[in-house]
């Protein structure tokens, strides 16, 4: 106990029982400044561990667990999953075979009336699989499919709307580098994972079909019907050229996966290998673009591990000031017990989402909600929370007015396109997202059937 005079009254604190809030309040504040999260991680980190040796409440033995920490994400093999998937996704995008699969699907669904904004959900799915990246995926639609959309008469609302949504499925359906990440932080498997999310992305990307053809016959002035004389043909070769080859590795990577012949990190090298080779056979691979693409894959996993480094630094120093037992019995001692949980979980999650990307949130706040899990829901039911948080999380990156998806699409757009608009396309899709997101957690089955299925 420490006693300070000020002002002739005496105020006292309990170091052992501060500094753990004081930390946590700290990088809120950080956070909120727009200063860069790994570094706002690793320089709290530094700063409460001198306080906490000053004061006695730390043992200066225990921060040299730091290194040896460090060492073992180095040697973390699943992490190279996410370089590998990253610039499988990025050379799909840049050799153009991204590009040409939006508008071929678009020439084959566009007699359909709202067959444009469906070619958008279909493609937002396999863009999902191979990229895993919201940004790019939203970028992507955003530039291709928007203008042609708004060519066609669509409303604004419904297209950028349709586009903003497709792009978040990559948060979830597999192989996603979100699940990956909570993969390593659950410490639960990513093959399982991957399984888990299957059925939750397919209803996710079949709620947001459904809305898009039963919105466009209820009303028909937001998507109107092309002319097929402006439709040019397509034959059923050509579309197989287009459809297979991604489509073929996506089924390379993930059942190499399921069938336990690799694991993510060795199917991630393979995706990458493949990629590559379906850029030369497509007349996109060249020099500049393999540079591209390699630029692209390092930013972002430097930004990762960056991200991750400063995230072992706080979560040592804060167990170290015992800040993760107040966590954990703050969460033990919520009224309603997995109720509770769950519900103060995901709404932490779901505002978490509006501020910081998913890696923050899955390196930051995972570890934290992680000791009260075991023992509130069980480890078996850790495959379960990972999946409803990735689910959780692209609800997060949707909803106006902070998602990110929202915010990549409107660095794309026309500006006579209004935020406004792109907001009010955004909220049908919000709900279906969050309609899903109610029903896999009312119904663990439907993630947990596949893990079990393949595990027996």
Known sequence: MIEIELLDHVISFDPATTLGPGMFIALVFALLSGYPVAFCLGGIAVIFALLGMALGVIDPLFVTALPQRILGI?????????????????????????????????????????????????????????????????????????????????????????????????????????????????????????????????????????????????????????????????QPGQLLRVIIPPLGLILLVLGSIFCGIATPTEAGVLGATGAMVLAALNGGFSRSSLSKVCDETLRTTAMVMAILLGSTAFSLVFRGVGGDQLIADLLLNLPGGKVGFMAVSMLTIFGLGFFIDFFEIAFIAVPLLLPAARQILGPEALIWLGVVIGANLQTSFLTPPFGFALFYLRGVAPKTITTQEIYKGALPFVGLQISVLVLIIAAPPLVDWLPNLAAS
């Open 74 to 234: 180095m040697a973390n093999f699943t992490l190279l999953a996410i370089p590998a998937f990253v610039f499988m996704g990025a050379m799909l995008e840049t050799s153009g075979i991204a590009e040409r699969l939006l508008e071929s699907m678009g020439r084959l669904l566009g007699k359909l009336r709202g067959g444009l904004a469906l070619a958008v959900v279909l493609v937002g799915s396999l863009l999902a699989a191979t990229t895993g990246v919201v940004a790019a995926t939203v970028t992507t639609m955003g530039l291709i499919s928007l203008p042609a959309m708004l060519r066609a008469g669509y409303d604004r609302s419904l297209a950028t709307g349709v586009i903003a949504a497709s792009g978040t499925l990559g948060q979830i359906i597999p192989p996603s580098i979100v699940l990956v990440v909570l993969g390593d932080q659950l410490g639960v498997s990513v093959g399982d994972l991957f399984l888990g999310s299957l059925i939750p992305g397919v209803l996710m990307a079949g709620a947001f079909a459904t809305y898009v053809l039963v919105i466009s016959h209820l009303k028909p002035h937001l998507a109107p019907q092309l002319n097929p004389a402006d439709l040019i043909p397509m």
